[in-house]
């Protein structure tokens, strides 16, 4: 297997910033061929009807689907009076000036489909591509906090993703939060954006308490250093298992206590019962073990830090392997005790929090968000909850990196939570921060399991997925025998089968995990995506011509339909880009690179290299080369390793 290593937040940066400053919003020709035309469509529509072009140019839309044009324009959105769209749409075309750029616009109903003329597109965005590789589809301008100074800075912006507990299962949430989060951050690296990736543990609670004296009872310090994930959570489930099994007398007893005081009967005796029950039972020895820990207790302190060092190092071989290092590993432990006051005194003080039932609880329904319910900010025993902690974490991360955004990758189902964080953080005085956060929401993962049918792991996962490629590969002989190291290759594969199938739909929308359908090559799946990779690779390499020398291609050769209709396609990418910077949907990316790579595959029998005349050759080589590096861009935003032999 040979694959090009996966950018660090640098590599994916692009090269240079462009201080050119356009009359137009979001209008960068520097880095998006497109916004020429744009604007040039823009100046000729306001030519033949009198409007501005400033005003005509962000109504100009681009189309995914080629038959329909490569521009269009809603006739109705120039709010033109007295004449009705279909009359109006013929009249602007009939009065477009010609142009070498733009064929004479077609009419379809109230809109306006501008095609491209082929020679000067091809001349402009093919060099585009070939002189701005890895930086073809990025604009640095997109992040500037001032788009006339760049040395006011970029933007910055925070995204917390993945988040897993340590001691419990990496499960089918913390994966989805993970691509997804992975996506949006290298999306933000390409737009120019100062990005920050935090990973937020679950490392806080009395449940430290009880896997402390589960360690005591079942660890073995051998197994922990193996695998530290995997044998704490066997501990924290054998554990687990003990505290059911008291759990049965005592909740036994605590229901007959319950009956007799319904009843005004005599329970001294029944709670002289429970109370040693309780007393020694690992749920108590847990709650005063996490109570220690909160006291600062060294020794207990001690071990909890190792049990949450050693799994974040094992955490950090399984982000390795999804192309994903984090800048940051958070944690409600980390959140200050000094911050947690701060929290509980600015609700105070704003009249948010109130008393009730020995518990301090905030009711969002008196303050105008009757859909929020309450929430327990403090429980009865003086613990904060989770809602407090991030609040708390809020500040504290604004006030450390001043962030422009912020943007929690976490599943539906704590929507609720989320939409309560933001609005305690505004009622306590701090809108403008509220305002600046943002839950990016998913579905969840259905019947996601081994072979074996048993699911602990992420790394599990991934293991019977790259065995499952494996054997896949192995069913054609004669390509698996041309693989270098076939094992590493199926790894890489079945990481991308796996993030492939999370990605292909949108977010909200949940999905059923299906191992063999995300290792077919057959179909919009990964080890497509990463076939048609390899095959323009190949075809770069039987082609023996070094990429340097494309410069000098003659591309007005290039006049095959197959050839023109690619270019179109190409010619998208960077607002394919732009455009999933505003619904933050991987599909957005991925439904383009199966789009293209459909269009390049049918032109391969048509658009011939080897035996080609040298100046043809030269030039469909500038082409597959250009589209390589396109799909290249795109799965390396999406976060996949592109191989290039398979």
Known sequence: MASDAMPTVAGLSIQSVSTEVSNYPNCYPAFNPIDKYRAHVAELVAEATGLEAAFVYPRIQWTNMLEKGDLILPVPALQIKGKKPQELAAEIASKFPKSDLIEPPVVVGAHLQFFYSHKPLTQYVIRSILENKDAYGSNANVGLRDQKDPSKGRKKVVVEFSSPNIAKPF???????????????????????????????????????????????????????????NHLFEVYVKINQDVAAQEGPIKALKEQIKA????????????????????????????????????????????WKRFRDLSIEKYKQTYARLNIEFDVYSGESQVKEESLKASYKAMESAGVSESSEGAVIIDFTKHGAKKLGKAIVIRKDGTPLYLTRDIAAIVERDDKYHFDKMIYVVAAQQELHLAQLFKATEL???????????????????????????????????????????????????????????????????????????????????????????????????????????????????????????????????????????????????????????????????????????????????????????????????????????????????????????
């Open 171 to 229: 499960h089918a949430g913390h994966l989805r939060s993970t691509i997804i989060g992975g996506f949006i951050s290298n999306l933000y690296t390409v737009l120019g954006w100062d990005v920050l990736k935090a990973n937020y543990l679950g490392d806080w609670g009395k449940q430290y308490g009880l896997l402390a004296n589960g360690y005591e009872k079942y660890g073995s310090e051998e197994e922990l250093l193996k695998d530290p994930i």
């Open 260 to 303: 007799k005081k319904e009843k005004n009967e005599d329970v001294e005796e029944l709670e002289k019962e429970l109370a040693p029950l309780v007393d020694v039972s690992y749920d108590e020895k847990a709650r005063r073990y996490f109570k220690s820990m909160e006291d600062g207790d060294e020794k207990a302190l001690a071990l």
């Open 428 to 646: 306590v005085g701090k809108k403008d921060l509220a305002s600046r956060c943002e839950h990016v929401s998913f579905g969840m993962v259905r019947g996601m399991s081994t072979r074996k049918g048993t699911v602990k792991f992420l790394n599990d996962i991934l293991k019977d997925v790259g065995e499952k490629m494996h054997e896949v590969m192995q069913k054609n002989p004669a390509k698996y025998e041309q693989i270098q190291d076939p094992v590493a290759t199926a790894d890489v594969l079945g990481i991308t089968s796996v993030m492939v199938q999370d990605m292909s739909g949108k977010r909200i929308n949940g999905y059923e995990f299906n191992l063999d359908n995300m290792t077919s090559f057959e179909g919009d799946t990964g080890p497509y995506l990463q076939y048609a990779h390899a095959r323009v690779c190949s075809v770069t390499r039987k082609a023996e011509i070094k990429p340097e020398e494309l410069g000098g291609a003659d591309l007005s050769l290039l006049t095959e339909s197959h050839a023109i209709d690619l270019i179109r396609l190409l010619a998208q990418w960077p607002d394919v880009v732009f455009n999933a910077s505003k619904t933050l949907e991987p599909c957005t990316i991925l439904t383009y690179l199966f789009r293209m790579t459909h269009t390049l595959s049918s032109g391969y029998d048509v658009l011939k290299v080897v035996g080609s005349e040298p100046e043809l050759k030269m030039a469909r080589m500038a082409l597959y080369e250009s589209a390589r590096q396109v799909l290249h861009n795109g799965m390396r935003l999406l976060g996949l390793n592109p191989v290039q032999r398979m």
